[in-house]
C-alpha cells in the first residue's frame, strides 16, 4: 500500500528539514519525499500530519532489552551467565524475551531498533544483536547482518569475581583473559584449517566459532569501558589482535578525545547519578565533546538502566549541553545506524530505503512532546490516540484505478 504522510515537517537527516513537506511509503520503503509546492505521487492512504516532525526511527545501539526484564525480578534477569568469566559461545536471541514490556514503551517512543545482548559481569559476556522492537518472534525480529561480541573491563568484571578469590581480581586479570581468549581463538583458526586442509576431523567448538568472527573482522569487539584507563586498554587489545571494535559508555572519553578520534562510541547512559568510582566524571558534555573531536557517537539509555522511552529526551539534554539540534538527533537516528553497520537501510528517509519513522507533535528532544506514531518496516506499530486519522482511497474492482 502506498501510504502519504503530508503537511509536515520532515526531517530526513541527509538533507536539510522540509518544512511543509511529505513523504509516501511503498509498502516497507520510502518511496519519495518533497516539498509543498511538489505534487505529491499516488497515495492509496494519507495521513495530514498537521504540521507534526517526521523523523527516522530512533536507534539504540546498548540496551538488554528483553534480557532484563521490567518488574520481574530474577526471573526476568538473563543479562549475564555469570557462572565463569568467559563466555563467548553464548548468544542474545536465546535469552531475550520479545514480551517483556520494554518493547512497547519503546515504540511509544519512536524507538524501532535496538542492540540488545549480555551484561557486563563477565570479560567475554557472549553475542549482541540488533532487534526490532516490534514482533512475536524473536527470530523475525533479529537483523542478521548486525551483531556483536560483548567484552567488559572496569569494576564490574573484577567486582563479580574478585569477590570469590577467582580471576579477574585486577585490570590486569581483565586484561589477560581477553588476550588468552582471543590468542586461543588465533590457534583455534590454525588448528582447524591445517585439518580441513588433511581433510582431517575438527571438533568444533560454540565458543571459537563465535570469536573467529570477531577474528574475521565479521562482528567487532563491544567494550564495555568507563574509566579512561579501561577505554585505552580496550583500544590496545583491538590493536594487538586487529580486530574491529565500539566502545560502550565512554564515560571518562573527554578526558582522552584526542587519543579517540576516529573511533565509534555509544555514550551513556548519563541521565543519573553516579552510582559507582567509575562514573565520577560523568556528564552530557561527555558526547558533546567527542562528538566534536572527531569520534562517531550515539546516545545510549543502556535500557533498563533508563527506560527506553527517555532516549530522545537524553538527546535533548545534550543539545543543553553543547550539541546542535542536528548533532542530538543524529545521535540517536544515522550515527547509532552507522556504527551498527545498517545505515545503507536505516538511520535517515531517504528514497529506497526501509520505512522506519516516527511522527511527534514537536521536537522530540523535549519531554513535553508527544509521540504520536511509529512505523517500523511500513507498518504502524504504535498510535497515540491524538495520532493524525488515515484517508482513504478506495480502488475500484472494475476498472482497476483508484477513485
Known amino acids: 500500500m502506498k501510504r502519504l504522510i503530508d ?62 526484564e521490567a518488574a520481574l525480578g530474577f526471573e526476568g534477569n538473563d543479562t549475564n551467565e555469570a557462572s565463569d568469566p568467559l563466555t563467548p559461545q553464548v548468544r ?50 533479529v537483523l542478521p547482518q548486525s551483531t556483536a561480541m560483548k567484552c567488559a573491563f572496569g569494576e564490574n568484571p573484577k567486582r563479580f569475581y574478585g569477590k570469590n578469590g577467582k580471576m579477574p581480581i585486577t585490570r590486569m586479570g581483565t586484561a589477560s583473559l581477553l588476550r588468552k581468549t582471543l590468542q586461543e581463538a ?26 573467529l568472527k570477531v577474528l574475521n573482522q565479521e562482528m567487532p569487539l563491544k567494550a564495555h569501558a568507563h574509566r579512561a584507563d579501561d577505554i585505552l586498554t580496550a583500544l590496545r587489545i583491538a590493536r594487538e589482535f586487529k580486530v574491529d571494535i565500539t566502545l560502550d559508555h565512554c564515560t571518562e572519553g573527554h578526558l582522552i578525545k584526542e587519543s579517540l578520534k576516529g573511533q565509534k562510541a555509544f555514550v551513556g547512559p548519563t541521565f543519573l547519578p553516579a552510582s559507582k568510582v567509575e562514573l565520577q566524571n560523568k556528564g552530557f558534555e561527555t558526547v558533546v565533546e567527542l562528538m566534536h573531536s572527531g569520534v562517531l557517537c550515539a546516545i545510549t539509555t543502556d535500557h533498563p538502566v533508563i527506560s527506553l522511552e527517555l532516549l530522545p529526551v537524553c538527546a535533548g539534554l545534550a543539545m543543553k549541553a553543547g550539541l546542535t539540534e542536528q548533532e542530538a538527533l543524529s545521535s540517536i537516528t544515522i550515527n547509532p545506524a552507522k556504527i551498527l553497520g545498517i545505515d545503507s537501510e536505516y538511520g535517515t528517509l531517504t528514497v529506497g530505503k526501509k520505512a522506519n519513522l516516527t511522527l511527534y507533535d ?23 490516540e491524538k495520532a493524525p486519522k488515515a484517508e482513504i482511497r478506495e480502488r475500484s474492482k472494475a476498472r482497476g484505478v483508484i477513485l
Open 186 to 211: 588465533k590457534n583455534y583458526q590454525e588448528k582447524k584449517a591445517r585439518a580441513l586442509e588433511k581433510g582431517d576431523y575438527f571438533e568444533e567448538q560454540l565458543g571459537m566459532e563465535a570469536m
Open 362 to 384: 514537536a521536537t522530540p528532544l523535549s519531554n513535553l512532546s508527544q509521540c504520536l506514531m511509529t512505523i517500523a518496516d511500513g507498518q504502524v506499530v504504535y498510535a497515540h
Open 92 to 141: 542474545a536471541i536465546d535469552g531475550c524475551n520479545p514480551r517483556d514490556v520494554g518493547f512497547a514503551k519503546a515504540r511509544s517512543a519512536g524507538v524501532t531498533l535496538v542492540m540488545a545482548g549480555p551484561g557486563s559481569a563477565n570479560v567475554v559476556g557472549g553475542t549482541f544483536m540488533t532487534i526490532r522492537t516490534y514482533g512475536e518472534c524473536i527470530d523475525d525480529m
Open 7 to 68: 503537511n509536515a515537517t520532515v526531517y530526513p537527516m541527509d538533507q536539510d528539514p522540509i518544512l511543509g513537506g511529505w513523504i509516501l511509503l511503498d509498502e516497507d520503503r520510502i518511496a519519495a519525499l518533497g516539498t509543498k509546492e511538489q505534487a505529491p505521487p499516488e497515495w492509496e492512504e494519507r495521513l495530514d500530519a498537521k504540521g507534526a516532525w517526521v523523523l527516522p526511527g530512533f536507534i539504540d545501539g546498548h540496551t538488554h532489552l528483553g534480557m532484563h
